[in-house]
Each structure stands twice: as structure tokens, then as C-alpha cells.
């Protein structure tokens, strides 16, 4: 018999997001049908009950590392989907707070790097330990030991960025991972070269 129910998804941040999750859902069976909605951060599931339950669907989203809890049709609340409802808004604010202190932290490390990167440029005065060929070498370390706590704050961005790839779903994560990464590992080797 084939029954069509809606779940709340969360961890959601981009349309690579909203297609894994309807990629790691059409892949089970017993599944018609299924949409996910990222600005809503829902999503609706038409499945053969006889081959799949809304547990299986959970669990399926849950394997790739997002949230998804069921609700009915028609609205009304499952036993237990109000309370974790608020224990994810909960958990959301909580990330807000947590990305806007690791915003803030970044920002006021990035104020001395872009001192130390481009001051030079516009004619800011630098210390003299900071300027001339001979000098090359303390610069590109100062730069490192700034951008270094920078990324360490931001740890998480290699964390679900590399998880999700290996994981052969790629997010925004990734891309952040990857790019910044990459500038890292290439920043060393150009101060070792």
C-alpha cells in the first residue's frame, strides 16, 4: 500500500545538500516519489509501505549526515516530534551563536593579517622585522602563525566538508575545505621551497 509523508530535514545549506538527500532516498526501496524542499527544510516521501517504513527513510538521510524527523500528512505532531522539533531549534540557535563567535573571532585575526599581507601596498607603515627582500621569510611566517588560529576556529568547515566527500556527496563544505586547504598546504611549501 503506498503511503505519502512528510519529514523535517535539517542541516540543509545548499541545493547540493537538498540533492543528496533526495539521491540517498530514491535509492531505497519501496520509494515512488520524494521531494525536498530546502528553503522549508522538508521533505515529502511517497513510499510502498510493504517494502520500506518512514524509520528506513530516516535513516537513510541520517546516513549522510543530515536530520530528518517524520510528522504526519496532515499535520499533527508525533508522539515525541514537538519536543525534538524544539531540541533542533534549540540546536540551531545554539550553531548561530557558535558561527557568529567564530565570525568574530576570525574577523579580528583577519584585521592584523591584512595588515601584515597588504599594508605595504597602500603605504602603511610596517615593522622593519616585516619589510625587504631580506625579510621575505619572517613575513611568510607571521602570515602563517595569524592565518593558522584562523583556521583552527573554522576546524569545522574540514571536518563535514571532508566527511561529505568521502562520503561521495559533496557540500559547500567541500568546496570551503578544499579551496582553503589546498591554499594552506601550498602556502607552507612555498615558504619551504
Known sequence: MMKSEKFQITGMTCAAC??????????????????????????????????????KIMGAVSGIGY?????????EAQNGFRSQWLTRRRQAEDEQRALGSRLAVSLILLIPLMYVSMGHMVGLPMPGFLTGAENLLPLAFTQLLISLPILFVNRAFFQVGFKALLKGAPNMDSLVAIGSGAALVYGIFAIYR
Open 18 to 55: 537538498q540533492a543528496n538527500v533526495e539521491k540517498a532516498v530514491a535509492k531505497l526501496e519501496g520509494v515512488e516519489d520524494v521531494a525536498v524542499s530546502l528553503l522549508a527544510n522538508q521533505m515529502s516521501v511517497t513510499y510502498d509501505e510493504g517494502e520500506t517504513d518512514a524509520g
Open 67 to 75: 536530520g530528518a524527523a517524520s510528522f504526519r500528512q496532515e499535520g
